[in-house]
């Protein structure tokens, strides 16, 4: 399937406005995660405002598709997802971690358009496979699909899950790996190597795909082929930029888990406008 | 009133019978689907089961995901995986989001017996009455297991029930069941003993021996340790001189420390508590095992004596 250069346009700039929003949010709450927030918002805003079927006022969300954040720490991204598409007044971002909020500093039942909160790291994609098996069950044909951290799997229950999604033939659902190449402690490589991660899917029965995870084009097309993949469960290893978009948190591990400043949101957002 | 039957045996007759019923049923288990009896169900309703092979924590995410899609999930396995394995899971994805899945595990305690202490679970209790959100029940026997899983059916949220390996004595009283609502099984004004699980039928000869001496007790079965009947536990220090807790458990965190938290904040009573005391568990036969750790009808005798020499 072909995507026009206009819808690819159109979602580009999506994904600018999600990166300020981004930005914004995380300064005025003073403590978040920019790093891998702004490393998925390309794959993110294509789920939302291309790939999925949902409807903001449907909170059960029982028959449409659904996306799972399992890396929960980048709940940036999906709450300003979320206000975008129109889950709740985008006033609400500016809330984010203050007590009483419905944006906690983890995603959860508070927020809608979270069926269920994640943030502790590894079991997401176990919440994913028992969507995947519910719809199944339904006779639905939604899809699932859900973020994962390339760090994070390094938790040893993404792999049970794998083996799972394998061993059952979760074709309706489709994972994708923000490859951004940093953890919190520094490269992943250097503290617990992940590699040589196609194989490793692969070994573990699922299709995969590599994409540019910047690419709109590529993201598309991928969403476009894990939906044809019958039988097995589809991963899509995103190659992405830690901190995509402000040239100075780029590759810069120690914006994994800190807020901008005032001074560094203003120019950040400069380099987004 | 000898009937001795399995408690896991109930429950998976449970299970059949409300899967019939209810078709949002699903049942989910991690290899020991022969043990916890849940193998049933899969034969009847092959597509409403899902064997997850040696991986506890994939399985609780996976029925949290379910429940999340209008499911209700029964998860088995062994207690001491599913509530200590897992625990981060069941914190986490399930009792945090609230949501409708139900945990039912066997062979806890130490009455698992040869298998020895890495499979003895005497600490699971305490592990769930640490989550917010989670409604925990011991049956004391066969027939209020069937009645727990029938009422863990209806109720909307996350349920724990602990089951045993062996084969209990039936002491409860059919119809009785409810969440949250203890069974007075013995009226008395000396002493009252409230139990959980097997030890509910030791308390019931612990009563039965001191009766013999003159002395009136009061037996409780205490099947639901969350939400606690505390109201019954206040009526058992106004009519009685002192309550025993007794369970197949540690101290710390069980029942006893759950009945002594509400005496204190309400009506200080003399308390004695029969439970494990700080140690783990080892190989054994089952009855060998229960004398060895303090928790026979002839311990609670004592523990109830000693109580009566300086309560009121």
């Known amino acids: 399937m072909s995507h026009t250069p206009e819808k690819i346009k159109e979602l580009e700039k999506k994904a600018k406005k999600i990166r300020r929003l981004i930005v914004k949010m995380l300064a005025k709450a003073g403590s978040g995660h920019p790093g891998g927030s702004l490393s998925s918002t390309d794959i993110v805003t294509s789920l939302y405002f291309s790939v999925m079927r949902y409807d903001p006022k449907d909170l059960r969300c029982l028959k449409s598709d659904r996306f799972h954040m399992s890396k929960g720490h980048c709940c940036p991204l999906l709450y300003a997802v979320l206000a975008e598409t129109g889950y709740f007044p985008e006033k609400e971002l500016w809330t984010l971690r203050n007590l009483g909020s419905i944006l906690q500093g983890h995603p959860d039942w508070r927020t809608p358009g979270v069926n269920v909160a994640s943030g502790s790291l ?9 969507m995947a098996l519910a719809a199944r069950l339904n006779n639905s044909p939604s899809r699932i699909y859900c973020l994962l951290g390339d760090g994070e799997i390094q938790e040893g229950q993404i792999w049970e899950a794998a083996m799972a999604c394998a061993h059952y033939g979760c074709d309706n659902l489709c994972a994708i790996l923000d490859h951004n190449g940093y953890q919190i402690d520094g490269k992943v490589k250097d503290i617990m190597n992940i590699e040589p991660l196609a194989d490793k899917w692969q070994a573990f029965g699922w299709h995969t795909i590599n994409i540019d995870g910047h690419n709109i084009a590529q993201i598309l097309t991928a969403f476009d082929r894990a939906k044809k993949v019958k039988g097995k469960p589809t991963i899509i290893i995103a190659k992405t930029t830690k901190g995509k978009g402000v040239s100075f948190m780029e590759n810069v591990v120690d914006f994994h888990g800190r807020a901008p400043t005032a001074e560094e949101a203003e120019q950040a957002l400069k380099e987004l406008s | 009133m000898t009937e001795m039957l399995y408690a896991r045996d109930a429950y998976g007759e449970a299970l059949v019978e409300i899967g019939q019923k209810n078709k949002d049923i699903v049942v989910l288990d991690a290899d020991l689907a022969g043990s916890t009896r849940t193998a049933k169900f899969g034969k009847k309703f092959p597509r409403r089961f899902f064997d997850f092979g040696v991986a506890e924590q994939n399985m609780m995410g996976a029925a949290g995901g379910l429940a999340s899609c209008g499911k209700i999930p029964f998860v088995s396995t062994f207690a ?3 509530s200590g394995r897992a625990w981060d899971q069941v914190r986490n994805t399930i009792c945090y989001n609230k949501l409708n899945v139900k945990i039912v595990v066997t062979h806890a305690g130490i009455t698992v017996g040869p298998d020895g202490s890495s499979h003895q679970a005497i600490e699971d209790i305490g592990l769930m009455r640490a989550i917010p959100n989670m409604t925990i029940v011991v049956p004391c026997d066969a027939p209020e297991t069937k009645e727990a ?3 863990a059916a209806e109720y909307r949220g996350p349920v724990y029930v602990r089951l045993g390996r062996s084969k209990v004595t039936t002491v409860s009283k059919k119809g009785n069941f409810k969440i949250g609502q203890a069974c007075i099984l013995r009226e008395g004004k000396d002493v009252s003993i409230i139990a959980c699980g097997i030890m509910v039928k030791q308390a019931l000869d612990a009563a039965e021996i001191l009766e013999a001496e003159g002395v009136s007790v009061r037996v409780v079965n205490m099947h639901t340790i969350r939400p606690l009947d505390k109201k019954t536990i206040i009526e058992c220090a106004k009519l009685t001189k002192g309550i025993v807790s007794c369970e197949e458990h540690l101290l710390s965190g069980g029942l006893g420390s759950a009945i002594a938290t509400v005496l204190a904040e309400n009506i200080p009573t003399p308390m004695a508590m029969i439970g494990i ?23 609670i005798v004592q523990a109830c004596r000693k109580l009566l020499t300086y309560a009121r």
């Not at chain 1, 590894?122 to 028992?130: D, H, M, P, T």
């Not at chain 2, 190989?283 to 004398?291: F, M, Q, R, T, V």
């Open chain 1, 122 to 130: 590894g079991q997401g994609l176990s919440v994913a496979l028992g």
């Open chain 2, 149 to 151: 899983i029938y009422a």
């Open chain 2, 277 to 299: 005391r700080d140690r783990f568990g080892q190989s054994g036969a089952p009855d060998e095992l229960i004398k060895e750790y303090h928790l026979t009808s002839e311990d």
């Open chain 2, 80 to 82: 001491i995986f599913g």
